[in-house]
T-cell receptor
Framework: QKEVEQNSGPLSVPEGAIASLNCTYSDRVSQSFFWYRQYSGKSPELIMSIYSNGDKEDGRFTAQLNKASQYVSLLIRDSQPSDSATYLCAVTLNDYKLSFGAGTTVTVRA | SAVISQKPSRDICQRGTSLTIQCQVDSQVTMMFWYRQQPGQSLTLIATANQGSEATYESGFVIDKFPISRPNLTFSTLTVSNMSPEDSSIYLC?????????????FGSGTRLTVV
C-alpha cells in the first residue's frame, strides 16, 4: 500500500466551479499534512498546511483533515484558469520526512 | 519564508559522467532534503542531509551514486555519479520552513537533468 494516495484525475472543472481533491494516507502517526501546487516545469509551491482535525480556510482554498479516517482534502472555490496545475498531497513521516502522493492534475476550463 | 538558490537549472550530460547540484539557503537550517522527480511522476526523497554528519539515504538510493555534502548550515550539494539515461529527472532540494504563522517545506527551483 502506498503511503499517500490521491484521486488520480485528471480533473477538469469549469471556471467558477469548485474543484475537490482527495488524499488518504497509511501512517496513523502522521502529524502534518500539506498541499502543494506545481505548475508545469516549476517546483512545488506550498498552498496549505493543516495539523488538526477539521477545516482550514485560506482565501479560495479549504483544507479538511480527518485523522480517524486518515483522509485529507483540498477544495478550490471559484476555480480560475490560473489554478490549472498539478496538486500534490504530502504527509510528514517520522516528524520531518515528507511523503508525496502521485498528484492530481487540475484543468480549469474558461 | 526561506529562499533557496539552486543551480544549475538544467543540464544535458553524457552518460558515465557526473553532475554536482548546489543549493544555497538564505538562512541556517538543520536539515536539507534532496528529491528526485522523474518525468510525469511525483517527488521521491533521495536523502536527508545534516550538517556535520553523513547523509541519511532512503531505500533505493546509495551514497556511491548520490554523494551529498553539507559543509555548513546554509549549503549542500548532491552529485549524480556515473550517469545513465535513467537518471534523467528533475532534482530538487528542500528545507523545513517555520515561522510563527507558517510551517511547511520550501523547494529550490529544481535542476532538470537530461542524460544522453
Amino acid at each position: 500500500q502506498k503511503e499517500v494516495e490521491q484521486n488520480s484525475g485528471p480533473l477538469s472543472v469549469p471556471e467558477g466551479a469548485i474543484a475537490s481533491l482527495n488524499c488518504t494516507y497509511s501512517d496513523r502517526v502522521s502529524q502534518s499534512f500539506f498541499w502543494y501546487r506545481q505548475y508545469s516545469g516549476k517546483s512545488p509551491e506550498l498552498i496549505m498546511s493543516i495539523y488538526s482535525n477539521g477545516d482550514k480556510e485560506d482565501g479560495r482554498f479549504t483544507a479538511q483533515l480527518n485523522k480517524a479516517s486518515q483522509y485529507v482534502s483540498l477544495l478550490i472555490r471559484d476555480s480560475q484558469p490560473s489554478d490549472s496545475a498539478t496538486y500534490l498531497c504530502a504527509v510528514t513521516l517520522n516528524d520531518y520526512k515528507l511523503s508525496f502522493g502521485a498528484g492530481t492534475t487540475v484543468t480549469v476550463r474558461a | 519564508s526561506a529562499v533557496i538558490s539552486q543551480k544549475p537549472s538544467r543540464d544535458i550530460c553524457q552518460r558515465g559522467t557526473s553532475l554536482t547540484i548546489q543549493c544555497q539557503v538564505d538562512s541556517q537550517v538543520t536539515m536539507m532534503f534532496w528529491y528526485r522527480q522523474q518525468p510525469g511522476q511525483s517527488l521521491t526523497l533521495i536523502a536527508t542531509a545534516n550538517q556535520g554528519s553523513e547523509a541519511t539515504y532512503e531505500s533505493g538510493f546509495v551514497i556511491d551514486k548520490f554523494p551529498i555534502s553539507r559543509p555548513n548550515l546554509t549549503f549542500s550539494t548532491l552529485t549524480v555519479s556515473n550517469m545513465s539515461p535513467e537518471d534523467s529527472s528533475i532534482y530538487l532540494c528542500s528545507v523545513e520552513d517555520r515561522s510563527e504563522t507558517v510551517f511547511g517545506y520550501t523547494f529550490g527551483s529544481g535542476t532538470r537533468l537530461t542524460v544522453v
